[in-house]
């Protein structure tokens, strides 16, 4: 495929990805984007800024370098949450999708500051664990470069956590909500969907019992290594 080739098809995944988001119930008006990395050609592909989801076409998706420069001087201005979704890439190098939502059940998490245990085989399919909520950002992070900060407390937690962005494909940013990733667009749409479902899980478990405690590692490891790994043996190969 040549290059124009190329970038037609990535505009199209990241185009569908993004309006699964309304189509799952994870995002409301226009809070949410969804975008894809292509490393050898160098290029990010992204929402474009406040596009109201019924209105949007595929062409409009917005092309920038890996440093979220955009490269085409006449399109639409890219989602504001760009520079987080380029720190994430940098950081993380096996990812090649990233989604930002503000579903409610896992804002809900983000705005208490928890973390998300592993309270069952459901969230054990996708996460390797705790699904990690960061430290607040600071006054001064949110005024030197809200965005990359945002990114740069993502990958903080995650280094000083020892959490590897591959088993656990999604985070809850403090006060925020969620980010999560994926080998490609619709995979990181999934991670989204299952955050915010097993988010909701785990209110409604509070509920039921206030001394829940998460599954215990033997089962942790048997659900998501069946689905992950060189000896999964789920679904059809």
């Known amino acids: 495929m040549s290059r124009n080739e190329v970038i037609a098809a990535m505009k199209q995944r990241v185009f569908e990805a993004n309006l699964e988001l309304p189509h799952y119930g994870l995002v409301k008006l226009t809070w949410g984007n969804v975008s894809e990395i292509n490393r050898e050609l160098g290029i990010i592909v992204i929402k474009p800024s406040g596009v109201k989801y019924e209105k949007m076409q595929a062409d409009q998706m ?44 896992s804002v809900m998490w983000a705005q208490a500051g928890r973390d998300l245990p592993a309270y ?83 209110k409604e478990n509070k509920k039921i019992n206030p001394g829940i405690c998460e599954i215990p590692q033997y089962l942790l490891d048997k659900h998501y290594y069946r689905k992950h790994g060189d000896h999964s043996y789920y679904g059809q190969g």
């Open 120 to 202: 069952g085989t459901t969230h054990a399919d996708a996460f390797y664990g705790r699904i990690p909520c960061t430290r607040q950002i600071t006054e001064a992070e949110v005024k030197e470069a809200y965005e990359v900060n945002t990114g740069q407390v993502i990958v903080e937690t995650f280094k000083k956590r020892k959490i590897h962005s591959d088993e656990v494909p999604g985070v809850l940013v403090y006060g925020h909500g969620p980010f999560t990733w994926g080998d490609s667009p619709m995979k990181a749409v999934e991670n989204s969907l299952i955050l915010d479902e097993i988010c909701l899980m785990a």
């Open 62 to 105: 917005v092309v920038t370098d890996l440093a979220g420069h955009v490269l085409d001087e006449e399109s639409l201005n890219p989602s504001s949450d760009l520079p987080t979704h380029v720190v994430l890439y940098q950081a993380f190098e096996k990812i090649n999708a990233i989604v930002h939502t503000h579903s409610t059940n």
